[in-house]
């Protein structure tokens, strides 16, 4: 017999696969090393020099008039008159009020002839700057920008050491024309810092998930070769007589019932245990806990947003998905432990513990972890998160649907919570969810049962001339509609609860389609009244953004109301952008459409300058914390004044909510805040006392007039 022979080609092909897949794996690791690496650097660098173009565009739109003299000086032009000419106007102190609270450390202005008409180190102004390649490149109209570590730098609030810094130099123009050249020294050490520590954690991550896959690929060389194995010794022995082949097909009988039985009891996609198998081995897991007296935990794991992946990609790439979570899963768990499949997108897994508290938490964030992480599907990179349910035996339960309903509960609220996170079972959750399902139900019904209602609240803008009182007066420019419920059963209910629910159930769909429906068609039933209500503003939601017939719903609503486009305003959230994957493609399509478009709450998400650029919105909402905040708080108020600058120089218009106060108004105002809304000037109201509302405000300055 050639047993010999086998063991060694068995430890033959172990090696070569561990020399081939290590090496191809520290090649993988050295080319991802450098295209982060490289990748992170052309970011960093194009941000800040954004950032510098942004800000370059604040000092223009401030002090250009005491540039623009600057700027204009002869070529012999002498240092000391220039220095008097900018103190004579306070230029060092307008200008360090613009740098305080920012990252700019430094502003240098020159003049075509390449003098250093200004800066804000008094001693470099003067300096000849005409050969300087930076400044050569921007007073030709092309920007240019250095990235460089300083072990010393003297910024205008005195020196500093040890800073990375990004120097540009902008063109200054007028109607196209280049004037003169800005150039302004950017701190970029927290990202530099923050840049090397995200590299240092993408590196660690990657070597570990090549390091697992090494292992994963190990096992299935080794299962392969053991097959290998076995149908040999299966070949040798059909070769010995009748009888052994007479066993041998005995055993195959035996093999097909087996996998029969295999088929029963697990889930023919993932190949995990299905219910009914999860299920006995959990009673037969009570029962030795019970006599044990030893403790036992359940995990109940739904993936999050799944249906989406399903409905957009298809179920062939959801199985592929699915298989590859549950092989994800099936890694970090425990040789003790068992993973079950109970259809759909749940899964669960029952954890023997010592100590319950502590093993459960810390399977169930490894579990988290290893979802979450991105994987590519049939030519998609996909990424999504898990909500993962705890329940423990016995305190939470001492039967298998008990404890099953403990964990389901405890998932909920776990998606309840914000989603990607673990949450333990409490008696409290069971009361909770019924409501929840209860509270859905009835807002499924709630438009054909008619409780929906459309309320409108007022926005107002000041008037272009000032009246002979000097006293700045407003006049109506527009509504938005805002949706509200009252059931029979539950009463008023806040908007906060019924659209957060809307949102995670996905009625929210059929809830704004609605809402811009009604809003059009009041917008008409005005028009025919002869109300002129300049526009309306409807919320859009991240989940009707994603539809792919949004655009087809909006030009319905219009058609049925024979609305124009441009007097139906669309308002999205930072969040709603940064988080739907065809935002930008969406928002395009609208706007050519000719809707309005206005980002809401701006200034409390995450938007770059870079980004906002791109988008082809007309409108910035400025939110009601920083409006609150006025009188209070300066950086409020330095907030507003930023946001408004920054629309103005983009040629977007400026919309303030939540004015309650004389002294709000009279702020917003003074800044050139285009329009408001707020308890101030009206509530929202239904259709009909909006309408006397808007008449009585239009008969009042009609009067004054």
């Not at 810390?362 to 990424?383: N, P, R, S």
């Not at 308002?571 to 952008?577: A, C, M």
Request: proline share 3%; hydrophobic share 45%; net charge negative.
């Amino acid at each position: 017999m050639p047993a010999p022979t086998q063991s060694r080609g068995h430890f033959r092909l172990t090696r070569y696969f561990s020399g081939v897949s290590l090496g191809l794996m520290a090649l993988v690791g050295v080319a991802l090393t450098y295209f982060a690496q490289t990748l992170t650097l052309h970011e960093l660098k194009f941000m800040a020099e954004r950032r510098n173009e942004a800000m370059t565009a604040v000092f223009l739109n401030v002090l250009w008039p005491d540039f623009a003299p600057l700027v204009a000086s002869s070529s012999s032009a002498d240092a000391a008159a220039l220095r008097r000419q900018a103190e004579q106007v306070g230029l060092h102190a307008k200008t360090a009020a613009l740098m305080r609270n920012s990252e700019i450390i430094k502003v240098k202005l020159y003049n075509l002839q390449g003098l250093t008409v200004y800066s804000s180190d008094p001693k470099q102004i003067g300096e000849d700057k005409r050969t300087n390649p930076g400044f050569v490149s921007a007073s030709q109209g092309l920007p240019q920008s250095e990235l460089t570590h300083r072990n010393s730098f003297d910024a205008f609030e005195g020196q500093r050491t040890e800073l990375d810094v990004i120097s540009s130099y902008l063109p200054v123009r007028d109607k196209g024309k280049v004037l003169g050249v800005i150039e302004l020294y950017q701190d970029v050490t927290g990202f530099v810092l923050r840049r090397e520590q995200l590299l240092m954690r993408m590196g660690t991550t990657s070597l570990a998930a090549m390091l697992a896959l090494y292992g994963l690929q190990l096992l299935l060389v080794q299962r392969a070769q053991r097959i290998l194995q076995a149908q040999e010794a299966d070949l040798q022995a059909a070769n010995r007589d009748l009888d052994q082949r007479v066993h041998s097909r005995t055993e195959e009988l035996s093999l097909a019932k087996a996998r029969l039985e295999h088929l029963a009891h697990h889930d023919p996609l993932t190949g995990l245990p299905n219910r009914l198998l999860f299920k006995d081995h959990l009673r037969r897991k009570l029962s030795q806990a019970q006599r044990s007296q030893t403790q036992l935990a359940l995990l109940f794991i739904d993936l999050d947003r799944f249906k989406e992946v399903n409905d957009s990609l298809g179920h062939l790439v959801g199985d592929a998905l699915l298989v590859c979570v549950a092989d994800r899963l099936l890694a970090v768990l425990r040789g003790g432990d068992l993973l079950a499949r109970l259809g759909g997108d749940e899964f669960v897994c029952v954890l023997s513990c010592e100590d319950a508290n502590l093993d459960a938490p810390q399977v169930a964030q490894k579990l988290l972890d290893t979802v979450v992480q991105a994987m590519q599907l049939q030519g998609h990179e996909i990424q999504l998160s898990a909500s993962v349910g705890i329940s423990i035996f016995p305190g939470d339960g001492l039967s298998v649907d008990e404890l099953a309903g403990a964990a389901d509960a405890a998932m909920y609220e776990a998606k309840r919570a914000g989603r990607n996170r673990f949450h333990f079972y409490r008696p409290e959750m069971t009361q909770s969810a019924q409501a929840r399902a209860h509270m859905e139900r009835l807002l499924r019904r709630s438009l054909a049962a008619g409780e929906m209602q459309l309320y409108f609240q007022m926005k107002l803008e000041p008037e272009s001339s000032a009246p002979d009182d000097g006293r700045r007066r407003l006049r109506p420019s527009g509504a938005e509609a805002l949706a509200r419920w009252h059931n029979a059963e539950l009463g008023q209910v806040p908007p906060g609860r019924f659209i957060a629910l809307a949102e995670e159930s996905g009625f929210i769909n059929e809830l704004g389609a609605w809402v811009l429906r009604q809003a059009c068609l009041q917008m008409s039933a005005w028009a025919k009244q002869g109300l002129r209500v300049p526009h309306i503003s409807v919320n859009l939601s991240v989940r009707q953004l994603e539809r792919s017939d949004i655009v087809e719903v909006v030009r319905q609503a219009l058609l049925e109301a024979d609305l124009p486009a441009a007097a139906l305003e669309l308002e999205i959230t930072e969040s709603v952008i940064m988080n739907a994957d065809n935002a930008l493609p969406a928002l395009a399509a609208l706007h050519q459409l000719g809707v309005r478009l206005s980002v809401d709450d701006f200034g409390t998400g995450y938007s770059s300058l870079a980004y906002l650029k791109l988008l082809p919105i007309q409108t910035l909402k400025i939110d009601r914390s920083f409006v609150t905040g006025i009188g209070e708080q300066l950086s409020d108020e330095s907030i507003i004044q930023a946001v408004i600058g920054l629309a103005r120089s983009l040629g977007l218009s400026t919309v303030a909510e939540g004015v309650e106060t004389e002294a709000q108004l009279d702020f917003l105002l003074a800044q050139g805040c285009d329009q408001v809304q707020g308890f101030l000037f009206s509530r929202p109201l239904p259709a009909e006392a909006f309408t006397a509302e808007w008449m009585k405000l239009q008969d009042t300055e009609a009067s004054k007039a």
